[in-house]
């Protein structure tokens, strides 16, 4: 078993322990290790802010080459699992998407169910068979988030379910 996949497994046993599992949201590897040297467990990255820090605006308009090595330096700063916002995967073929996250060494990723520029939901058949892809490329190794934002914006005409791989 690869060290990442035995990471995935650990982060993935945490959602499911006695207390809840608190995620703090870092930018760069200096809140990274502030954070984790206050004893958090595990980490996520902020889309929003780790694009601010780069100069950029929220919503995929970090290129992602940009996004994924800043992401690689969280991981490499710290010690326990990093969890990636990688907002509605930039674009990226599944596989791609997969690696490329391997390769930052994150161990579970945030996806989101809608177009960060139009804000416009995805079709939730799309969406379903974008998240099996990645989940299929990346095997035990990742733990996906699959966002809904339905319930942020509040339109419950058009429902997604939370999945969690």
């Not at 080459?65 to 700063?77: K, V, Y």
């Not at 996250?101 to 416009?120: K, Q």
Request: negative net charge; contains cysteine; glycine residues 10%.
């Amino acid at each position: 078993m690869s060290p990442l996949t035995a990471t995935a497994r650990r982060f993935r046993a945490a959602h499911h322990g006695p207390r809840p599992l608190v995620l703090p949201n870092v930018w760069d590897a200096a809140s990274a290790r502030v954070f984790a040297g206050a004893g958090f467990g595990a980490l996520a990255t902020s889309s929003g802010a780790v694009a601010e820090t780069l100069g950029y605006a929220d919503g995929q308009r970090t290129p992602s080459a940009e996004m994924f090595a800043a992401i690689a330096r969280i991981t490499r700063s710290v010690d326990v699992p990093v969890t990636a916002d990688i907002e509605a995967g930039y674009g990226l073929a599944p596989g791609e998407l997969a690696g490329r996250l391997a390769d930052a060494g994150v161990v579970g990723c945030n996806l989101e169910d809608s177009d960060p520029v139009t804000r416009e939901l995805a079709d939730p058949g799309r969406q379903a068979d974008y998240l099996t892809a990645v989940h299929t490329a990346a095997g035990e190794a990742l733990v996906i988030n699959a966002r809904v934002d339905v319930f942020v914006r509040h339109d419950h005409a058009r429902s997604h379910a939370t999945c969690r791989s």
